[in-house]
């Protein structure tokens, strides 16, 4: 692991060789296979993949959110110099909603219906403050007057169905940042909005981690975003970490060819007929993956060494590394 | 929602008038099933050995002679103005008689509804947080009974081990017959002839209760926001009691408000069982007596009643979930 980049120096989050399996009917499913990451403080790091990639799980396990039939194989999760993973409960829920928090993605489902949203806020503080009702309800309003709410006086006492799927994530965000946690994990915050609604939350997203001082942890599949909001990147494919490097780097020189595709995935190219690039293939089956490197099956430049071992991370100078056959400096002999 | 309270005036109002003609319904189909039935009123309530004299002066004075479209007319015109006729048995008005029993089978009701409803749902919070574990096997399969077991069967085992064999408590009624207690001693003596009877009633509501909250909070564990609740670093007991509950309770209530019609039903069997002199009994005492006026005015009121509890499970359903509007 190289040390944290970007803004403020010393490293709050350290995920390594993180394993987490999911037991099924039909077998093993690897969800996250070895994936290693690290969040600076005031850092803003972006987790970048398809669907069933991992990015998710991997945001959930950090919170301790593994679904039901997963387990953690391996891994340590370090927090503020605690290890997660080895957290009571009680002890996890003392980081939760304080120092670590989270955003989800459908603002529609994430707010309890039946709970003003000022008083859905304030519990933060009821619970980790000792705040009594009154107070957290003040409180509660100004974090929504934070998340740039027009009258948050209304909107506190209101329940989530009198407000816009906009409103309900700045809301969302606003439980969130009350606590002043020390990272803010946002897990595809944007992708149930309206695109005008999305660019907004995005900017907010950003303000609020310059104003707040704190660290920003991005899960997406949109490199758009990553672009506008964070310092550094994480590409994951299959549960594994493809490349990883400052954006500007990878966007400017990305040498793995899956990041590749993913930047060329975002281009709509007019001179192509108006078409959308796509990655030809289909993702590995996670039960039972082909051993290797896990993007052999879509990959244009694919190699026999591809199909047999599982390529190192190899470190391109600062933060850039990436995990492709195709610059080591010499591939190992693979002949049958 | 909040602030002013005029539409909750307005929608119980006009759920009040939407009401009248179910009213009027229920009576008109009750009052043609009941001289559908064979058998004279006159002829039982003079008795087995009564001359023809005695008979003809009965039906004269019920009015029993008149055509049956003339007695429902009578009938209804009375209902409407308060005046549910008098009883053949008790030759009393029907109002009175009802309105003197009906505090005992309330006392019951709610005695058995607030039994079978607080340990129904804490029972089913407590399972719905391990579903499958030992504790939620066990409470469901007691729950299984209790939703099986006949009303009427159940009340005369309950008799038959803690009366008979026991002697633990009274087998029915609803005071002792040569106490003359007051105050204190009055309470618990009507305590003492309370158990046995709510046990049996609440059992079966109880397992409803359970059976429906359960599902309904398994359910609802698995809803987003008891993620957003559980990220926000609240205690279990908070995101169970404070979030899950109050989401798993609306369809809840709502279904429970629909079922009083049943608990009624209910009323009649425990009731007999119990000698509680309560509407249910009286209700079963005037149809083998074809007490008539008596019969209609029962229906007449607990028709009303449930209307009136139904009315209740919306309002209370829509206090607790702000998403219903009253309209």
């Known amino acids: ?336 | 929602m909040s602030g002013s309270s005029l539409p909750i005036v307005l929608y119980v109002l006009r759920r009040l008038v939407q009401a009248v003609p179910l009213v009027v319904g229920i009576v008109t189909i009750n009052f043609i099933l009941i001289r559908l039935a064979p058998g004279d009123p006159a002829t039982l309530l003079a008795g087995e050995f009564a001359d023809r004299a005695t008979v003809d002066r009965l039906r004269e004075e019920f009015g029993l002679n008149e055509p049956l479209w003339v007695q429902y007319a009578t009938y209804l015109w009375k209902v409407a103005s308060l005046d549910l006729g008098h009883s053949y048995r008790f030759r009393a008005p029907v109002t009175e008689i009802v309105l003197g029993r009906l505090p005992n089978t309330l006392l019951l009701l709610v005695v058995s509804f607030g039994l079978s409803m607080v340990l129904g749902i804490l029972l089913a919070a407590l399972s719905a947080r391990r579903p499958n574990s030992a504790f939620d096997n066990t409470a469901s399969t007691i729950a299984m009974l209790g939703y099986c077991l006949p009303m009427f069967w159940l009340g005369m085992m309950l008799i038959l081990v803690f009366s008979s064999l026991l002697g633990w408590l009274p087998t029915g009624g609803m005071y002792s017959l040569r106490g003359n207690a007051t105050g204190m001693a009055l309470v618990a003596d009507i305590a003492r002839h309370l158990i046995l009877p709510a046990t049996a009633y609440a059992a079966y509501f109880m397992a409803m209760a359970y059976r429906l909250t359960r599902a309904k909070l398994i359910e609802t564990l698995r809803e987003d926001y008891i993620r957003t609740a559980r990220m926000k670093g609240l205690s279990e007991r908070r995101v169970l009691f404070g979030h899950a509950l109050r989401n798993a309770m609306v369809p809840v209530i709502a279904v429970m408000g629909l079922d009083f019609g049943v608990m009624i039903g209910g009323a009649v069997v425990v009731e007999t069982v119990f000698s509680w002199p309560g509407v249910g009994r009286l209700m079963y005492e005037s149809i083998l007596s074809r007490d008539y006026p008596l019969l209609l005015g029962i229906f007449v009121i607990v028709s009303f009643g449930v209307i009136v509890v139904n009315l209740l499970a919306d309002l209370v359903a829509a206090l607790v979930d702000p998403r219903i509007a009253y309209d």
């Open chain 1, 1 to 336: 692991m190289s040390g944290a980049g970007g803004a403020g120096g010393g490293t709050l989050l350290a995920v390594e060789d993180l394993r987490l399996h999911i037991d099924t009917y039909r077998g093993t499913v690897r969800a996250i296979d070895g994936i290693s990451f690290t969040v600076g403080q005031q850092e803003s790091v972006g987790i970048v993949g398809e669907s069933g990639s991992g990015k998710s799980m991997t945001a959930l396990s950090v919170l301790g959110f593994t679904p039901p039939g997963a387990r953690v194989v391996s891994g340590r999760v370090s927090f503020e110099g605690r290890d997660l993973l080895a957290l009571n409960d009680a002890g996890m829920r003392a980081i939760r909603g304080a120092r670590l928090a989270m955003v989800f993605q459908d603002p529609m489902t994430f707010l309890n219906p039946l709970m003003r949203i000022g008083d859905q806020i304030g519990e933060v503080l009821v619970t980790h403050r000792g705040l009594g009702r009154r107070e957290a309800r003040a409180r509660a309003v100004e974090a929504l007057r934070l998340v740039r709410i027009p009258s948050p006086e209304t909107v506190a006492g209101q329940y989530p169905h009198q407000l816009s799927g906009g409103m309900r994530q700045r809301a969302l965000i606003a439980m969130a940042i009350v606590g002043e946690p020390a990272l803010l994990i946002a897990d595809e915050p944007t992708t149930a909005l309206d695109v005008t609604v999305q660019a907004q939350i995005i900017a907010l997203l950003r303000d609020i981690k310059e104003e707040r001082g704190l660290s920003l942890l991005l899960i997406t599949h949109d490199l758009g975003i990553v672009a506008h909001v964070c310092d550094r990147l994480y590409v994951v494919y299959a549960g594994r970490i493809m490349e990883e490097g400052a954006v500007r780097t990878l966007f400017a020189r990305s040498m793995h060819p899956y990041t590749a595709a993913l930047l060329a995935s975002v281009a709509y190219d007019e001179d192509a007929g108006g078409t959308v690039s796509f990655i030809e293939g289909n993702v590995p089956n996670p039960i039972d993956p082909p051993p290797g490197c896990r993007f052999q099956t879509r990959c244009p430049r694919v190699m026999p060494v591809c199909r047999r071992m599982q390529p190192p991370r190899l470190p391109q100078g600062g933060d850039h590394a990436v995990y492709c056959w195709l610059h080591a400096p010499e591939l190992p002999d693979v002949r049958d």
